[in-house]
């Protein structure tokens, strides 16, 4: 039987020999990678990792290792290409891939002090550092798995507010579950309605807030909305705003919302998983005025930010709201512990020290570097729009204040209902062939297509190219869909 290879004083040099191969391996993978994917049909895939059985006889690190490379990074999605415009990936910094590295290493759980030490400290600093960034003058926070957890507390939070009768910023009174009403619109992330859910509220307790054109709320509907659920003898519990909506990139008003949240007392929470990156923004900062005021925010450090999966925060403004999901157990955190246990705040128990990855970046380069990197994805989207818009086969269905890009291929004499029927086929064939990779989604009922840029480093002339490859595969499939005429003669 082989023994289980450990870290240890003992095999130090091992640790140095097998993670420095794997390194080299992984670095001549990146320095050659110019796609975002292979071609290998999904049904080789399946059938390579189905061949693998793990209870043979072991092969050693070294082997393990080494097959990993071949079984995963050689078809591995590489988001650093820049073919890759899919979904909210983004190439991560450098500094930060070495902190995960340390991470794995050390092993450490930042959710008690005795299990972390420094490393409690250095992710209290870095989420007062985010805080300040935010606008919460004392705030406080905690790093969470990714924005669907940091909203599901979030939420959590709130609920726990409007319940109860002492809360003066809330509703000051007790209501039951059955009666709390949530707001927010359809374009709002699918995990404020799922963490309703999961927090026992009914279906009926979300309420869809009206939208502009461009997809942001209105702030007299919400007004309007909260009016009508007092009216029907329901608790508003919260209004979730976001600041980067995943399809359409846009950002709700933020203060005019702040205004009406203030005037009813509700709980407002900022969804800014796409749009954090704007509080680093050297240019476009003023995008999120009025974040500052919401009682909570929700921010991916692994989208704008540039990290590493997993990094995302729930900061509040209030550091006494965190405590309304505290518990407390004699063998972890007793009430009378003097150490300041990260477990009191976090819905998770043992947690990974992600906040080491941001505090090397923002050391390493800053966090001017960060916002600069932001907003050329940003201008980069602007540009690609007019590209869009410019390109005789292709239509822009709408704008966008981010790095999305929502278009559809539909040249002259392509219908609505065929154009709509290439959406799919088009991203799938793209898929296949590995060589540009791009998103599907609907807006207002339309099927279209989805660009999501977050690679500072892909040009202008580069998104040409993909565009050009994309219409050139739409073409292609729409030849091998059409029947074609034959002649008498030929009959």
């Known amino acids: 039987m082989t023994p289980l290879d450990m870290i240890s004083p003992d095999s130090a040099q091992h640790y140095r020999e097998a993670v420095g191969a794997t390194v080299d391996r992984l670095a001549a993978r990146i320095a050659t990678a110019d796609l975002p994917t292979t071609s290998t049909p999904a049904a080789e895939l399946h059938r390579r990792v189905g061949a693998i059985d793990l209870d043979a006889p072991a092969i050693g690190t070294d082997r393990a290792l080494a097959e990993l490379d071949e079984l995963f990074v050689q078809e591995a999605v590489w988001f650093h290409t820049p073919g890759y415009l899919a979904h909210l990936n983004c190439p991560v910094a450098l500094p930060a891939v070495a902190a995960e590295a340390v ?50 507390q979030a939420l959590l939070l709130a609920r726990e507010a409007a319940t109860d009768p002492t809360d003066t910023a809330a509703t000051g009174t007790s209501a039951a579950l059955d009666t709390l009403a949530l707001f927010c619109t359809a374009e709002t992330h699918f995990s404020v309605k799922k963490s309703a859910r999961l927090l026992g509220l009914p279906d009926s307790a979300v309420v869809d807030v009206r939208t502009d054109p461009a997809g942001r709320m209105v702030p007299a509907a919400l007004a309007r909305a909260i009016a009508d659920a007092r009216t029907a003898g329901r608790t508003p519990m919260a209004v979730v705003a976001t600041a980067g909506t995943t399809d359409r990139g846009v950002i709700d008003p933020l203060a005019p919302i702040a205004d009406v949240c203030d005037l009813e007392g509700v709980w407002l929470h900022v969804d800014a998983a796409y749009g954090c990156g704007l509080l680093v923004s050297p240019t476009r900062r003023h995008l999120l005025d009025g974040v500052e005021r919401a009682r ?17 925060v729930l900061v509040v403004r209030d550091p006494a709201d965190l405590r309304r999901a505290s518990w407390h157990a004699d063998y972890l955190n007793p009430e009378d512990a003097a150490e300041p246990n990260q477990v009191d705040k976090s819905l998770q128990t043992t947690r990974r020290f992600d906040a080491l990855k941001l505090w090397a970046t923002l050391r390493a380069s800053g966090a001017d570097a960060i916002g600069t990197a932001f907003d050329a994805v940003i201008d980069l989207a602007e540009a690609t729009h007019a590209l869009v818009q410019a390109h005789p086969d292709l239509e822009l269905v709408a704008p966008t204040q981010l790095s999305t890009v929502l278009f559809r291929w539909q040249p002259a004499g392509v219908t609505d209902d065929e154009a709509d029927a290439m959406v799919a086929p088009l991203r799938a064939a793209l898929l296949a062939e590995g060589r540009v990779l791009i998103a599907k989604t609907v807006i207002a009922g339309q099927p279209c297509n989805k660009l999501t840029l977050l690679n500072p480093a892909t040009t202008r002339e580069q998104v040409q190219a993909s565009l050009d490859h994309v219409v050139a595969t739409a073409e292609g499939l729409r030849r091998a869909t059409t029947p074609t005429t034959t002649t008498g003669a030929n009959r």
Do not use: M, Y
């Open 296 to 312: 909570s925010v929700t921010a991916d450090l692994h989208k704008s930010f540039f990290q590493p999966v997993s990094s995302s």
């Open 103 to 152: 991470l794995a290493a050390v092993n450490p759980s930042v959710d008690t002090w005795d299990q972390s030490r420094i490393g409690t400290d250095i992710e209290r600093h870095v989420v007062d550092w985010l805080a300040r960034r935010i606008g919460f003058a004392a705030g406080d926070g905690v790093f969470t798995s990714g924005g669907s957890q940091s909203n599901l």
